[in-house]
């Protein structure tokens, strides 16, 4: 689980970044069991800036989604040193990169169009794409450019969307190792306060990583309908076959089950305060959904068409 506020973590990150001049996951490893940085190496000054344009893929789209991969990386340059630091999780979400990719190219293959797709390309071994600075780069500062180059490709997509669409929304990918094998889906609402009532969980919506969408949905769903109704993202994808929680079939993980629900790039690219960007986290799990290339390619196909009515029946958008 998280292990402190992310939007207190947000907020200082958000400094930081305006700092830095930038173009404007949880707590415990989502693919991989936790391993131990391998020949830490000790951290030093590049003679030449790092080449962090070249660890950041960034594929432009048309539609009104942004995906972020920020725990598939492949690479692991020498010249960097592994992350050491208190609580640093180095697990890899394995294969949500490739599936990232995938999804991209099953979107292109229905509809003629791409999400837009932002891919941090180093192992979580030498960044952790999905942390506040200090923490995705273990107080590395050469480092500090890539952190501004990973949120400033998002930043971008958001606003390439944004002179497209009125409202788009945003989908953290990842991947989980827990016993249960569904999706799980982040909204900034702990277990604890999915396992409310409806009636109770309602109010906290409005604090949730998709808290305006529950305001302007055209579907008029909001409060708790909007996490685990009929037309819920969880609903769509237990529909089609894949279990997902929260969702109409499943509302809330049980006491004592594993869940994730949402880290600091859901807290900052989502709604949670003000804007048009609606962000929500997919732990996705491994076995018969992304250890395999037609797996992932099978999965790919559920994505689109739980996304795409997810798009239709909240934000009003169809394929052209």
């Known amino acids: 689980m998280i292990r402190r506020d992310p939007r207190s ?62 725990h598939g990386g492949d690479l692991a340059p020498a010249e960097l040193p592994d992350r050491v630091c208190s609580g640093c999780v180095t697990g890899n979400d394995l294969n949500t990169q490739a599936l990232a990719r995938t999804i991209t190219d099953a979107f292109s293959g229905r509809i003629g169009k791409r999400p837009y797709v932002v891919i941090n390309r180093l192992h979580r071994r030498k960044f952790d794409a999905n942390r506040d600075l200090q923490e995705a780069t273990a107080g590395y500062a050469p480092l500090a450019p890539m952190w501004t180059q990973f949120q400033g490709a998002i930043d971008s997509a958001k606003v390439r969307a944004r002179r497209l ?17 569904r999706l799980e889906l982040g909204y900034q609402l702990s277990a604890s306060e999915l396992r409310l009532t409806d009636a109770s969980l309602t109010p906290l919506v409005a604090t949730s990583s998709v808290a305006q969408l529950g305001r302007v949905a055209i579907s008029r ?63 996705s799990h491994y076995t018969g959904l992304r250890d395999t290339a037609s797996n992932r390619a099978g999965f790919a196909e559920v994505f689109v068409t739980a996304i795409l009515a997810f798009l239709r029946d909240h934000y009003g958008w169809v394929p052209a």
């Not at 929680?245 to 305060?273: M, W």
């Open 9 to 70: 973590v947000v907020r200082t990150a958000l400094g930081i970044l305006a700092i830095l001049g930038a173009v404007g996951c949880g707590g415990a490893s989502e693919g991989e069991a936790p391993t131990s940085p391998t020949n830490p190496t000790s951290p030093t000054t590049p003679t030449a800036p790092l080449p962090v344009a070249d660890w950041v893929d960034a594929i432009d789209g048309e539609i009104p989604l942004v995906i972020i991969a920020p």
């Open 165 to 181: 669409h009125p409202r788009i929304l945003v989908i953290d990918l990842h991947g989980h190792g827990h016993t249960i094998q």
């Open 221 to 283: 769903d909001s409060g708790a309908v909007l996490i685990r109704g009929v037309r819920s993202l969880g609903a769509r994808f237990a529909a089609l076959g894949i279990p997902a929680v929260p969702s109409d079939v499943d509302p809330a993980p049980l006491a004592g089950q594993d869940y994730f629900n949402g880290g600091f790039n859901t807290v900052r690219h989502g709604s949670s305060i003000t804007g048009p960007s609606d962000a929500i986290q997919l732990e």
